[in-house]
């Protein structure tokens, strides 16, 4: 119902980020290449997807643009997402974009609806990069020494997976260290 656009109703993303897939084939990457990846989506509900140009079985599935998981509000319109990368890998003019929209980081069960639209893969120039300061760490929060949020700059991801791993942790903060205790 959506007006040239891509427009999927999902009951269940499944248990895998492929399990629901648009691709389109044969799409020639050129190895020192540099492209731009570009689309806009909406949902109906909060959620993330995954857009990526990758090889075929051939090529190990190879993820050519990098990862490309993004966040989708929700609120049912339009946002523009853009990826640069370069085309590291040999030339492969059987390369892919792939649009999964199964399972990303967790399965979905409510209904809800994605839209996408405007997609493109465009050569661009070498994006222009500032020179970096050397022996600098770039890390945030590497010692966790943040009083007011030792979390800051991390992302904690505690999980119950087929409930054969781990099914119970706890965190506290005990002389500016992290503690966990995993059951």
């Not at 895998?16 to 689309?39: C, H, M, P, R, T």
């Not at 853009?82 to 990303?104: H, N, R, V, Y």
């Not at 800051?152 to 997976?161: L, M, P, V, Y």
């Amino acid at each position: 119902s959506e007006t040239n656009a891509l427009d999927i109703t999902v009951k269940k993303t499944g248990d895998q980020d492929w399990k629901i897939q648009a691709k389109q084939n044969n799409v020639e990457l050129v190895k020192g290449q540099w492209y731009k990846l570009s689309f806009k989506a909406k949902s109906s509900l909060a959620r993330k997807i995954r857009v990526i140009m990758q090889g075929t079985a051939a090529k190990d599935y190879a993820v050519y643009s990098g990862e490309n998981t993004v966040t989708l509000s929700g609120n049912d319109e339009y946002e523009t997402f853009e990826k640069t990368f370069q085309m590291k890998a040999d030339t492969d003019p059987e390369a892919f974009l792939s649009i999964c929209l199964g399972k990303i980081n967790e399965e979905i069960n409510t209904q809800h609806r994605v839209c996408i639209d405007d997609i493109s893969l465009d050569k661009v120039e070498a994006p222009e990069m500032e020179p970096a300061e050397t022996g600098v760490n770039l890390l945030v929060n590497p010692d966790f020494s943040n009083e007011d949020d030792a979390l800051n700059g991390w992302t904690e991801t505690i999980a119950n997976w087929n409930d054969s791993y781990v099914t119970e942790a706890t965190r506290t903060i005990e002389d500016g260290a992290i503690v966990y205790d995993i059951v």
